[in-house]
């Protein structure tokens, strides 16, 4: 099953409750929070006080996606403050079997997420333990930026260890995923697409939910 899972980072700040209502009514089932330190990338946004509003605001899982240097002095925040499912960065995480295991432990989905540059060989270790995989389309700290098709090789590589390994992960995309690039995502064998501006970036964010979400399962019928 395909899931969307609209990014806040392009939503209207001052009002995120409609604009999440509005995207759960496109059909959104998971809510994709980007949480961005300045240090790890070149960008700041939220933190735990605005996961714990988003958590009284609606239902659905609030998936943390953690740009951050030292994110083991955090995940207990994020976890208390609602998070569901948390993914942290290969490249930040020098005991990355231990973060992964710190967020096991609080009781939520652990994620985690590799950078365009980096490859699938550098997470191997740890696939046995992840609830999810984040492929990195864009190099992450803003919204709004061009698809990196080159990529996709890796999904396709994910799912043959998943199959020949026996392992249960659940393989997400983020990063300029659009109507127009959506189709070679789903094709490649992702199951979670986060997408910011082709959700909040322009119109409706119902509509543009539902027009996403459409192509996407379009691209899932051709493939049978
Ligand atoms: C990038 C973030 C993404 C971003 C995706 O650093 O991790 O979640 O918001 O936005 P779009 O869909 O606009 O590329
Ligand atoms: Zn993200």
Known sequence: MIELAPSILSADFAHLAGEVRAAQDGGATVLHVDVMDGHFVPNITVGPPVVASLRKATSL???CHLMIENPDEFIPAFVESGADWISVHQEVCRHLNRTLELIRSHGAQAGVVINPATPV???SEVLDIVDYVLVMSV????GAQKFIPSVLHKVRGLCDIRAARRLRFRIEMDGGISPETVS???NAGVEILVAGNAIFG??????NARALLRVATEATLQKV
């Open 61 to 63: 899982p609030l998936d």
């Open 121 to 123: 060989q550098m997470i």
């Open 139 to 142: 190099n992450p700290g803003f």
């Open 184 to 186: 070679s995502v789903v």
């Open 202 to 207: 322009h119109g409706n964010p119902t509509e």
